[in-house]
């Protein structure tokens, strides 16, 4: 897969195509730390190769959108999500330290940060990792934005703006982007409605939400927006839909659900409201698309938390958080690199499900132990001078290579 779609990519040299390749392959074929030094000891590559290279540019978004189209359905619902992710890093000299927030910690620790964006398949539930982008440091988010107080929210609609323009062609029909409530904020979200598409997201569970419906009034002065306020914990202020099943804590639970069409003071324009109750408990989502219907927009933002898979996948299994490299260049080559190993990884493992025609939950520990086996074989029995193919036609030679593999 990997080598198929460096063919497909134009303006690559042969260099830099074997280079890729075997980058790639080594990422998800090797044990121990992702970095120069171990990649070293791994492959057919010095440790310096690796460090020249990576100071090369590379259009990731390109190579991973090629390699998605192995498995991309258009008649699938696809969402594109958004998030941020904190990596631990030191050295005085690394570009973007500082002060990061850190959500498995609950506080901001010394680290750098990254953007991620994602194409996610609804129906399946699978996230493909489409492309990382790291968060400068603030005096160039200042003239990055060119306003002096910017901050890193104005970062996240400038990335999202021009990530967006690349995305809107290579997926025109996927039109909602799924985002967690930290960016349900009237700039970001209007980044994204200016582009034609729509948001999903989560608002506060005490949001600021007016009715649309009003009386009309005739004479001079500018029209009302809104009406009155509406009170989230009222279920008469929001029409009720049906009591539906889903997950909560691996359990199916009974909520009730309700909708409304409102005006949210915090993103400052109508929107479509969907309210979850549980057991006195309330959960408010939200799109700026109002021909989606309450499930639909619970099965997005349900969808949003694939990306956190990816997320995780990639500092266990992909090296993530383990660049050895301290500039600009190598930093974002390390974490595309790890994100497009974990995505070839993926649609390999999608393509094997729909090709024998069953399922089982993706496993990134079993494909890693697997690749590792298949080349440590390989490089035995070519040391010993054994004829490969006779090698690999033994029944024995698919044992060897799944030791270690979860079985379902």
Same mark, same amino acid.
Not at 301 to 330: N, V
């Given at each position: 897969?990997?080598?198929?779609? $460096?063919?497909?990519?134009?303006?690559?040299?042969?260099?830099?195509?074997?280079?890729?390749?075997?980058l790639?392959?080594t %990422?998800?074929?090797? $044990?121990?730390?992702?970095n120069?030094?171990?990649?070293? =000891?791994?492959?057919?590559?010095?440790?310096?190769?690796?460090?020249?290279?990576f100071?090369?540019?590379?259009?990731?978004?390109i190579?991973?959108?090629?390699?998605?189209?192995?498995v991309?359905?258009?008649?699938?619902?696809?969402?594109?999500?958004f998030?941020q992710?904190?990596?631990p890093?030191?050295?005085?000299?690394?570009?973007g330290?500082?002060?990061v927030?850190?959500?498995?910690?609950g506080?901001?620790?010394?680290?750098?940060?990254?953007?991620?964006?994602? $194409?996610?398949?609804v129906e399946?539930?699978?996230?493909?990792?489409?492309?990382a982008?790291?968060?400068?440091p603030?005096?160039?988010?200042?003239?990055?934005?060119?306003?002096p107080n910017?901050?890193?929210?104005?970062?996240?609609?400038?990335?999202?703006?021009e990530?967006?323009?690349?995305?809107?062609a290579i997926?025109?029909?996927?039109?909602?982007?799924?985002?967690?409530?930290?960016f349900?904020?009237?700039?970001?979200v !209007?980044?994204?409605?200016?582009a034609?598409n729509?948001?999903?997201?989560?608002?506060?569970?005490?949001?600021?939400?007016?009715?649309?419906?009003?009386?009309? %009034?005739?004479?001079?002065? =500018?029209?009302?927006?809104y009406?009155?306020?509406?009170?989230?914990?009222?279920d008469?202020d #929001?029409?009720?839909?049906? !009591?539906i099943?889903?997950?909560?804590?691996?359990?199916?639970?009974k909520?009730? $659900?309700?909708?409304?069409?409102?005006?949210?003071?915090?993103?400052?324009?109508?929107?479509?409201?969907? =309210?979850?109750k549980y057991?006195?408990?309330?959960?408010?989502?939200?799109?700026?698309?109002?021909?989606?219907?309450?499930?639909?927009?619970?099965?997005?933002?349900?969808?949003? #938390?694939?990306i956190?898979f990816?997320?995780?996948?990639?500092?266990?299994?992909?090296g993530?958080?383990?660049?050895?490299?301290?500039?600009?260049?190598k930093?974002?080559?390390?974490?595309?690199?790890? #994100?497009?190993?974990?995505?070839?990884t993926?649609?390999?493992?999608?393509k094997?499900?729909?090709?024998?025609?069953?399922?089982?939950?993706?496993?990134?520990?079993?494909?890693?132990?697997?690749?590792?086996?298949?080349?440590?074989?390989n490089?035995?029995?070519?040391?010993?001078?054994?004829?490969?193919?006779l090698?690999?036609?033994?029944?024995?030679?698919?044992?060897l290579?799944?030791?270690?593999?979860?079985?379902?």
């Amino acid at each position: 897969l990997v080598y198929e779609t $460096l063919q497909k990519m134009v303006g690559l040299t042969k260099p830099q195509r074997k280079f890729m390749g075997i980058l790639l392959e080594t %990422i998800v074929g090797m $044990l121990g730390r992702v970095n120069f030094a171990n990649m070293g =000891r791994q492959s057919p590559f010095n440790e310096k190769t690796f460090s020249r290279n990576f100071a090369k540019s590379f259009d990731y978004l390109i190579f991973n959108s090629i390699a998605i189209e192995q498995v991309y359905t258009p008649t699938k619902r696809y969402v594109l999500g958004f998030d941020q992710v904190f990596i631990p890093k030191t050295g005085k000299g690394t570009y973007g330290l500082g002060k990061v927030w850190n959500g498995s910690g609950g506080c901001a620790e010394n680290g750098i940060e990254a953007s991620g964006f994602a $194409l996610i398949d609804v129906e399946s539930r699978i996230s493909y990792p489409l492309y990382a982008a790291q968060t400068p440091p603030s005096d160039e988010i200042v003239t990055l934005v060119n306003h002096p107080n910017a901050t890193r929210m104005d970062y996240y609609t400038h990335i999202m703006h021009e990530q967006m323009l690349r995305l809107k062609a290579i997926y025109p029909a996927v039109k909602h982007i799924v985002v967690d409530a930290f960016f349900a904020t009237n700039k970001f979200v !209007e980044v994204v409605t200016n582009a034609n598409n729509h948001i999903v997201t989560k608002l506060r569970s005490n949001a600021n939400l007016r009715s649309l419906k009003f009386e009309k %009034i005739t004479g001079r002065g =500018r029209p009302k927006k809104y009406g009155s306020k509406l009170d989230v914990k009222n279920d008469n202020d #929001f029409k009720y839909i049906d !009591e539906i099943t889903i997950i909560i804590n691996n359990r199916p639970r009974k909520v009730s $659900l309700f909708v409304s069409d409102c005006y949210s003071m915090a993103l400052k324009r109508s929107v479509r409201v969907v =309210r979850i109750k549980y057991k006195g408990a309330i959960t408010i989502l939200c799109s700026t698309d109002y021909e989606l219907s309450p499930q639909e927009i619970i099965e997005m933002y349900r969808s949003r #938390f694939q990306i956190e898979f990816s997320f995780r996948d990639a500092k266990q299994y992909t090296g993530f958080t383990e660049c050895q490299a301290r500039s600009k260049q190598k930093i974002h080559h390390h974490l595309n690199a790890s #994100f497009s190993a974990l995505l070839c990884t993926k649609i390999e493992d999608v393509k094997k499900q729909q090709n024998q025609n069953y399922k089982r939950p993706f496993s990134m520990a079993s494909y890693k132990r697997q690749k590792h086996n298949e080349i440590s074989i390989n490089r035995i029995f070519s040391s010993y001078g054994f004829d490969p193919n006779l090698i690999k036609s033994h029944p024995g030679t698919k044992n060897l290579i799944e030791y270690g593999v979860i079985r379902y």
